[in-house]
Structures are given as C-alpha cells and as structure tokens.
C-alpha cells in the first residue's frame, strides 16, 4: 500500500529543469562508494537525489546522507538514501543550492529556511558544492532577495534594534503560507528578512555576533565551488 512518502512529490514546479537536470548529474558522478554526503536544500538539490538514487540501483553504491532539512530527508528516504547524523559521521563533501551568488562567491541562502543547518554542513565538510541556475548569479548581494536571519522568538524586538544599528534598512517578519501566522524553524525560531545599505566583509560576523540570532543567510568568505546550469 502506498504511503505519504512514498507518494511524496516535488511541491513547486522546476524552473529550467533541462539545466539543472546537466548539474545533476554532475554531482551525481561525483559520488563514490562509502561516501557520506552533506545534502542540502533546494529544486536542483532533488534532481541530484534523484540522479544518485539512479547510482544506487544500478551500481548498488553503499552512501549515507545527512540531510539539512526535514523535506530533504523525507526525499532521501522515498529514494532508499540511507541517513545519518552528525553525531556517527562527518560527510565527506556537500552539495547545496543558494538564492544569490556574487562574483567572489559570496552567497545569500535561507529562502528555504534551512540556513542553520545548511552552514553547520558547510563549516563541517572539507569540499563544498554549490549548484545554482545562472538567475542566481548577481553582481551584488542583495539584488534580488534579503538576507534570512534566524531569531529566537524572545529576542525579536531586541534583534531588530541591534540590525538596524548594523545598517539594516528594512526589517520584516517572515509570514507562512499555508498556515497563520509566521514561519516557524525546524529549530523553533523565527525568521527576519533584512535589506542592507552595504554588505561588508564583516557583517556575517556582526549579525551572528547579536544576542538572540542563531544564524544569517549570509555566507561570506567559504571554501565553495559553484557549479552554474545554464538556462535554455
């Protein structure tokens, strides 16, 4: 009988899904028996599940995976991608999406809200994939989204003060669609999407540095590699 899992389907349509189809199976040609893998989040994300899950049955490779989000992990399970944590493993590389890639290869991510988890992988893998459709590339940080920053509830008005004071100029509360109210964290938070007046190389450090924020969408100065599908 089937089951909510393995019935479970992409939530939105795939934008340029032939380019990100080419990404895809770049980085499922990546993957090496034994590895243990940082998956991230995002459409392109799925599409490489998808392609390695295609290894998996054909060459029967032995991997494990540690997922940044809950809909991740419920992809990997439908796709028979064993899982596990980082209390047994460190992965080996990761692969992830981004909203926003400058030419230094800075990134904004956390449209997904999964930002929290998205850097501990990072900061915990020794090689890094970012995988991006060429709509994501900018000249500026900040051109098209805000920067995410995860917040503990309590701390929302003291936050904001403090953001403001970093040269915040815009300060929202990110709603939920499909529920009332605002989006709720995997980790129980909140989210507030910041506009800057300038992106200084500091300003991860000094939005993480305030009482009360988990983390930011601000990834400056990582070791990444961007791999770029580009539109048709």
């Not at 459709?133 to 936050?159: I, W």
Request: charged share 20%.
């Amino acid at each position: 009988m089937d089951s909510l899992i393995s019935t479970l389907e992409w939530s939105s349509q795939i934008i340029n899904a032939a380019g990100k189809q080419k990404v895809a199976q770049q980085i499922a040609q990546k993957v090496k028996d034994g590895d243990v893998l940082g998956v991230g989040s995002g459409s392109t994300v799925y599409m490489a599940l998808l392609a390695i899950s295609e290894r998996i049955k054909a060459e029967g490779l032995k991997i494990l995976a540690i997922p940044t989000s809950l809909e991740i992990t419920m992809f990997c399970s439908k796709l028979g991608i064993p899982l596990t944590t980082l209390f047994e493993h460190t992965p080996n590389w990761l692969f992830d999406g981004a909203d926003e890639v400058d030419p230094n290869n800075w990134l904004i991510k956390g449209r997904g809200g999964a930002m929290f988890k998205e850097k501990l992988l990072i900061r915990s893998c020794p090689l890094n994939y970012i995988i991006i459709d060429d709509s994501k590339l900018v000249s500026k940080l900040g051109t098209n989204f805000p920067v995410p920053v995860e917040v503990y509830p309590q701390a929302l008005l003291h936050v904001e003060s403090e953001l403001k004071k970093l040269g915040a100029n815009s300060v929202a509360l990110r709603p939920a669609k499909g529920k009332d109210g605002p989006i709720v964290t995997e980790n129980n938070n909140l989210i507030l999407d910041c506009y800057f007046d300038e992106l200084k190389d500091s300003l991860e450090h000094d939005i993480k540095s305030i009482t009360g924020i988990i983390e930011s969408g601000l990834f400056i100065g990582y070791n990444l590699q961007i791999l770029t599908a580009e539109n048709d």
